[in-house]
């Protein structure tokens, strides 16, 4: 344990060294590509949505709070922050309803009325799910509203392996009308991302998956959930698309039931954020692709990671290629995407919690 934990102080004093110089700063993207900061001095900006008006928000964590960032001219650049909610407890995911701005607290989910022309909540909050489980090992709650009109909420695992006294902790949950919260899915270790497909209305959702299994194992992935499926964490996890009993946490360990998921990632480079193309902006082969941003590695010998994916979904099967990259520097990391955002013009807005920027991506032609 004691080893664990040098390596990771060591790892994340090398990430906060890296500070980018002018040479490392030229992102590499497909031709025809540009990416351009919109926001910058945030702090670890982590999730975004846009409001009624087409303006972009993005969750703070750190600082308590949610902030917009309004550009009124157009020019590519946001005007300025305004603060739109302070004071709360770990603030992730967000999400837009009927108007209403719906903040994912680490223990709750609140809502507020919202005013998209002066970019402030208008009263008090009110909960809407009061008491999911708090913090613990990942402490993100990420919600999306599905196409039946019901809040979903991601809630991650306690530990990096272990079993749940809680079982609505490594598992989607969905709420009832009533507000309460059931499961939907389990066994996912840690489904940071949740999105849905636009015309299926399928859930999709990035998984991280356990620690401590050597550089290659096992596959982080990015899955369609099903209602009822069960993902195998903690006892099993997959590997080339076969479900592989994990019989270092539990020496009767069974994958039998185990939903395997959709496509597999390189281990350790920690998939968050998603977001389906649903824009014009780029080009038609692009439309209906899955974006995915990796925040890398930290405890892997060789890091992985740090860039953006392009899933393309067209095809009898899902093809995963290199959409954008440069983060990484032969061993050192300078910034760390979390998470995708399609803007109303087309453009492909992208947080870094490590750097504290919002980028741009366009496409030129």
Not at 71 to 77: E, F, L, N, P, Y
Request: with cysteine.
């Amino acid at each position: 344990m004691r080893r664990r934990s040098l390596l990771l102080v060591l790892f994340l004093a090398g990430l906060a060294l890296a500070a980018p110089a002018p040479g490392q700063q030229r992102l590499r993207l497909p031709p025809g590509f540009a990416i351009e900061p919109f926001a910058e001095g945030l702090g670890p900006a982590r999730f975004m949505t846009l409001d009624p008006g087409g303006t972009l928000l993005v969750s703070i964590p750190r600082a308590g709070r949610v902030v917009a960032l309004p550009d009124a001219d157009g020019d590519g650049r946001a005007d300025r922050v305004v603060p739109v909610v302070e004071g709360l407890e770990l603030p992730h995911g967000l999400a837009f309803q009927g108007g209403r701005l719906y903040v994912a607290e680490t223990g709750r989910v609140i809502r507020f009325r919202y005013d998209p022309r002066s970019l402030k909540v208008e009263g008090p909050s009110e909960v809407v799910v009061p008491d999911l489980p708090p913090r613990g090992g990942h402490w993100t709650r990420t919600i999306a509203f599905g196409p039946d009109g019901r809040l979903y909420v991601s809630v991650g695992s306690s530990c990096n392996v272990c079993r749940e006294k809680d079982p609505r902790r490594a598992a989607i949950l969905r709420t009832r009308p009533d507000g309460r919260t059931e499961p939907f899915a389990t066994g996912l270790r840690n489904a940071v991302g949740i999105a849905f497909h636009p015309e299926s209305g399928q859930l999709w959702a990035t998984v991280n998956e356990r620690d401590w299994r050597g550089d290659d194992l096992p596959p982080d992935y990015v899955t369609v959930v099903r209602e009822g499926g069960s993902y195998g964490w903690p006892d099993c996890f997959a590997v080339e698309g076969r479900a592989v009993p994990d019989t270092t946490f539990d020496s009767r360990a069974s994958c039998q039931g185990v939903s395997l998921p959709t496509v597999e990632i390189q281990a350790h480079s920690a998939p968050l954020g998603l977001a389906f193309y649903t824009g014009e902006q780029f080009p038609p082969e692009y439309r209906g692709d899955l974006f995915v941003a990796s925040h890398g590695s930290w405890n892997r010998s060789v890091p992985t990671g740090y860039k953006v994916f392009r899933i393309r979904l067209g095809g009898p099967r899902p093809q995963v290629e290199e959409f954008a990259s440069g983060w990484l520097v032969g061993q050192r990391a300078w910034g760390r995407p979390v998470d995708l955002v399609v803007g109303r013009d087309g453009s492909l807005f992208l947080s870094d919690d490590h750097q504290g920027v919002i980028y741009r991506i366009r496409y030129r032609g």
